[in-house]
């Protein structure tokens, strides 16, 4: 089985920062792109940003200057720093994947979500 667990969410004031985690676990023979999304009450879930397994990013516009994405190859695990927040940015942000267990095709993963909520 392949888990993806976010970890780093909470509560804080606007302006101040916060960083998410995500790990990958089980038997992953290769991670591909992997990405942060979020979804408020009441709205889609949207891309927050996305990165390729050689490192290119992708960051949402409501995001560029604010948020970075990375990740640790040798860990499996994503990073999202988070600065600057601010109210609309509250939202349950997962973690994504694109994973290949050993003898099977690509899938796409989803972790449980982790609340972020930025107080005005």
């Known amino acids: 089985q392949v888990q993806l667990v976010e970890s780093g969410g909470g509560l804080v004031q606007a302006g101040g920062s916060l960083r998410l985690s995500c790990a990958a676990s089980g038997s992953i023979f290769r991670l591909n792109a992997m990405g942060w999304y979020r979804q408020a009450p009441g709205k889609q879930r949207e891309l927050v940003a996305s990165?390729?397994?050689?490192?290119?990013?992708n960051h949402a516009d409501s995001v560029k200057g604010r948020f970075t994405i990375s990740r640790d190859n040798a860990k499996n695990t994503v990073y999202l720093q988070m600065n600057s927040l601010k109210p609309e940015d509250t939202a349950v942000y997962y973690c994504?994947?694109?994973?290949?267990?050993?003898?099977?095709?690509?899938?796409?993963?989803w972790g449980q979500g982790t609340q972020v909520t930025v107080s005005s």
């Open positions: 994504n994947a694109d994973i290949r267990r050993f003898g099977s095709p690509w899938l796409n993963y």
């Open positions: 990165i390729t397994s050689g490192g290119t990013t």
